[in-house]
């Protein structure tokens, strides 16, 4: 079983989900990611190389997305 499969099966557990249905939201959530094969639960490449990252570096978001780091919004002060 791939490591990022286990995580994410368990990260919804703890959210009070019962055990079965995890495990089928995580296998149906990863399988639309990309990152399991399509009916299968083994890892793509992607899938592999996001099961060896921590959660905090699968979840981090680089500043550059959207231009957020050349200019500063409108709506907003700059820093």
């Known amino acids: 079983m791939p490591k990022i499969l286990h995580d994410a099966a368990h990260a919804i557990m703890g959210k009070g989900v019962p055990e079965s249905s995890a495990w089928a939201m995580a ?18 490449k992607l899938g592999v190389k996001r099961g060896k990252m921590s959660r905090k570096q699968r979840h981090a ?11 500063p919004s409108l709506g907003r002060p700059a820093r």
Not at 27 to 44: D, F, R, V, W
Not at 61 to 71: C, M, N, S
């Open 61 to 71: 978001h680089p500043l550059a997305i959207g231009g957020a780091a050349k200019r």
């Open 27 to 44: 296998t149906s959530t990863l399988q639309k990611a990309k990152e399991l094969k399509p009916g299968s639960n083994k890892p793509t």
